[in-house]
C-alpha cells in the first residue's frame, strides 16, 4: 500500500519526475547529447515543461490516440501513435481475445482513431525528427501502459538511439512491460493498487488545446 499524498498538479509532479531522472542517468553515467523530450498531449504536457527545462532539452509532443474497447471507451484494447507520416499501432491481445474483437472492428477503430489521430497532429504541430536522438516520451501516469507503449513503438521505428520512458507515477505491471521495449523507464512512485492516474494528484483538471498550446510556447 502507498500512503504517500497525491502530487499537487502536473507541474509539481514533473519537478519530481526532473528529479529522479537526473539522479537515475547520472547512476547510469547516460550522457543524453541533445535530448528531445516529448511529451504526450494533453495531459503530459505540463509534467514535461519542467523536465525539459532542467536537463535543458527540446520540447514538443508525439499525438498518440487509445483504442477504447466498443462500450468501455476507457477500457484501452490498443493505441495508436504517429511521427511525421508513420502511424505505429499496438494491440493488448489478451483483451481483444477477451472481448472477441474481429480484425474487422479492430480496423475500423483503427481508421476513425487514425483520423483524430492526424487532425490532433494539426493543431499540435509535427513531432521533430527522432533519428540519432535521445528522446525521453513523458505523460502524468501509466495505468495500463498501451498509450506508452504505442508512443515508444513510434519512437523506436524512426531509429531514435536511445528511448527513454518517463512519468511520475504508475502501475507496477505497466512499468515491467514498457521497460521490455524502452531502454529506460523512470517512474518514482509505483502504487499498489493502482486503479486510476487521477488519484495521485489533487488537481487533475482536463486541459484544453489552448492550454497545451500556450506550455508549448
Same mark, same amino acid.
Given at each position: 500500500m502507498n500512503h504517500r499524498?497525491?502530487?499537487? !498538479?502536473?507541474?509539481? =509532479?514533473? #519537478?519530481v519526475? /526532473?528529479?529522479?531522472?537526473?539522479?537515475?542517468?547520472?547512476? &547510469?553515467?547516460r550522457d543524453l547529447g541533445q535530448p528531445l523530450v516529448l511529451a504526450l498531449p494533453r495531459g503530459g504536457v505540463p509534467v514535461a515543461v519542467p523536465v525539459a527545462r532542467a536537463l535543458a532539452a527540446e520540447l514538443s509532443?508525439?499525438? %498518440?490516440?487509445?483504442?477504447?474497447?466498443?462500450? #468501455?471507451?476507457?477500457? /484501452?484494447?490498443? =493505441?495508436?501513435?504517429?511521427?511525421g507520416e508513420r502511424v505505429a499501432r499496438v494491440l493488448n491481445d489478451q483483451w481483444v481475445r477477451r472481448l472477441d474483437l474481429s480484425a474487422e472492428l479492430l480496423?475500423?477503430?483503427?481508421?476513425?482513431?487514425?483520423e483524430e489521430l492526424r487532425a490532433r497532429? $494539426?493543431?499540435?504541430?509535427?513531432?521533430?525528427?527522432?533519428?540519432g536522438r535521445t528522446v525521453i516520451v513523458v505523460d502524468d501516469g501509466l495505468? $495500463?501502459? /498501451?498509450?506508452?507503449?504505442?508512443?515508444?513503438?513510434? %519512437?523506436?521505428?524512426? !531509429?531514435?538511439?536511445?528511448?527513454?520512458v518517463a512519468a511520475p507515477v504508475g502501475a507496477a505491471?505497466?512499468? #515491467?512491460?514498457?521497460?521490455?521495449?524502452?531502454d529506460l523507464v523512470v517512474c518514482p512512485r509505483q502504487p499498489y493498487?493502482?486503479? /486510476?492516474?487521477?488519484? &495521485?494528484?489533487?488537481?487533475?483538471? #482536463?486541459?484544453?488545446?489552448? !492550454?497545451?498550446?500556450?506550455?508549448?510556447?
Open positions: 499524498r497525491p502530487y499537487v !498538479d502536473r507541474s509539481a =509532479a514533473g #519537478q519526475l /526532473a528529479d529522479a531522472l537526473i539522479r537515475v542517468l547520472a547512476e &547510469h553515467d509532443v508525439l499525438v %498518440v490516440r487509445k483504442l477504447g474497447a466498443p462500450g #468501455q471507451r476507457e477500457l /484501452a484494447v490498443g =493505441a495508436i501513435a504517429l511521427i480496423s475500423t477503430m483503427i481508421d476513425t482513431e487514425t497532429a $494539426t493543431v499540435f504541430g509535427t513531432t521533430p525528427a527522432v533519428a495505468a $495500463t501502459g /498501451a498509450t506508452m507503449r504505442a508512443a515508444v513503438t513510434a %519512437v523506436r521505428g524512426a !531509429d531514435a538511439a536511445y528511448v527513454l505491471g505497466a512499468c #515491467q512491460e514498457l521497460a521490455e521495449v524502452a493498487p493502482f486503479r /486510476a492516474v487521477g488519484e &495521485h494528484y489533487r488537481d487533475f483538471v #482536463q486541459l484544453t488545446d489552448d !492550454d497545451v498550446l500556450a506550455l508549448l510556447r
